[in-house]
Every structure is written in C-alpha cells, then in structure tokens.
C-alpha cells in the first residue's frame, strides 16, 4: 500500500535538544496528523491539521501543514527522555489514514 | 480523547487455528472502525474498513475470506484470523472514528504470535 516518506528514519539526540522531523507525500491531503507510538502500544494523536499553510501548537510540539498540501513537519523542542518513541505522520483522505514510514526518536540524558 | 478499547493485548495460537480480536469505542459510537497491520519496525498498513452494519472493504492484498471483519453494533468490531500461519505474526491495531470525533482514535494493539 502507499506509504508517506518519513525523515530521518531515526534520530539520536540529547535532552535539551530541539527536533525536527517532516513528512512528504506525491499526493495531496486534506488533513495531516501526527502521531507518537510507544512499544507494543497503539498511535497517540499528538496533533491535526486541516488547512494548507496552518501551524498548530501543542505544548512543546509545533506541526505545519505545508502549502502545497503534500508535505508537513512536526518540531518538539526542549526533549526529554519520555519524548523516547516513534513519530509517524499521516495523511487523510475521505476516511483513510495513510502513515508515514515513521521517525525513530531516542533522547540520552 | 475518545477511549478505544482492544482485546486481547497478546495472544499466542497454534497454526491452523482462528483468532478472534476485539476493538470496543468505550465513551462513542464509532460508525467506521479500521485495522491495521505492523510488522516489526514498520509502519501501519491499512487492512480494512468497516461501517456499522454494512460489509468491511478490504484494501488491495489483503485476503477477505482470511481476515474477517464483523462491524456488527456502533461500539464494537472483531477481526477474526482464520487458520493463521505463522507469517499472521503481527502487531494488529484498530481504530475508530464517529460521533463527534472526527479523528480516528486506536487501540491499543494486539500483539498475535502463531506458532
């Protein structure tokens, strides 16, 4: 099935630091979401968009939907260890979620 | 956010045999209810997607008489592994969208192992 690309596959940080990871897609989407997964545990949303251009908040999370409607990043500033997981973005059409290939995040104290 | 329940967390079966797994809306009522697969290190692949009473569609690959999926009240769905074979091993996870959630919220996963 069709994949969104994820980037990077993984990243290796120290807490404190700030991150960035984005999503991109050859198709347009309606709706980004962003999703954290902890092991053996299902996708928490973290945050949705809905309009090309739109930057949305959530604590130490900021998302852009990105004009085109092909693209979004998520940025988490400050890490801390529990920011430890995947990060998977998703795109929406009609009722369909389609998941990136997901960012591996692991924060050292 | 809206709670999703599923059950069983893990289960371990003897190949051949069937797997029934749950995914309840504990606090909504979801018209759409979706499963997914993932395999170790990858991402979620869309299996299917029921609505309330209607017959699930099933994405391209994805063997209907094998993974049967009943939808059949708004608060619970089942998907049930027929004669599993061990390459059925896999996370699987529901999801579930209706009411005035307009986001899909997920279970917690089914971790299936067929030896």
């Known amino acids: 099935g069709q994949q969104l690309n994820q980037s990077p596959q993984s990243m290796f940080i120290q807490e404190g630091e700030d991150v960035s990871m984005n999503c991109t897609s050859s198709?347009?989407?309606?709706?980004w979401l962003w999703y954290k997964q902890d092991p053996g545990e299902g996708p928490v949303l973290l945050i949705a968009?809905?309009?090309?251009?739109e930057l949305t908040s959530n604590g130490r999370l900021t998302a852009q939907f990105g004009i085109t409607r092909k693209d979004s990043f998520l940025n988490i500033s400050a890490s801390i260890p529990s920011d430890v997981g995947i990060y998977f973005c998703?795109?929406?059409?009609?009722?369909?979620?389609?998941f990136g290939t997901g960012t591996r995040l692991q924060v050292f104290p | 956010g809206a709670v999703v329940s599923q059950h069983p967390s893990r289960v371990i079966c003897k190949s051949g045999t069937s797997v029934k797994i749950e995914c309840r809306s504990l606090?909504?009522?979801?018209?759409?209810m979706f499963w997914y697969r993932q395999f170790p290190k990858q991402s979620l692949m869309l299996m299917a997607t029921?609505?309330?009473?209607?017959?699930?569609?099933?994405e391209q690959g994805v063997e209907k008489d094998k993974f049967l999926i009943n939808h059949a009240s708004l608060t619970l769905s089942t998907l049930t592994v027929t004669s599993a074979h061990p390459e059925d091993s896999s996370f699987y996870i529901c999801?579930?969208?209706?009411?005035?959630?307009?986001?899909?919220?997920f279970g917690q996963g089914t971790r299936l192992t067929v030896v």
């Open positions: 999801s579930a969208s209706g009411g005035s959630n307009t986001e899909a919220f």
């Open positions: 198709s347009i989407f309606n709706t």
């Open positions: 968009l809905y309009k090309a251009g």
């Open positions: 998703a795109g929406q059409k009609a009722d369909k979620l389609i």
């Open positions: 606090d909504f009522q979801a018209t759409t």
């Open positions: 029921s609505n309330e009473g209607s017959k699930a569609t099933y």
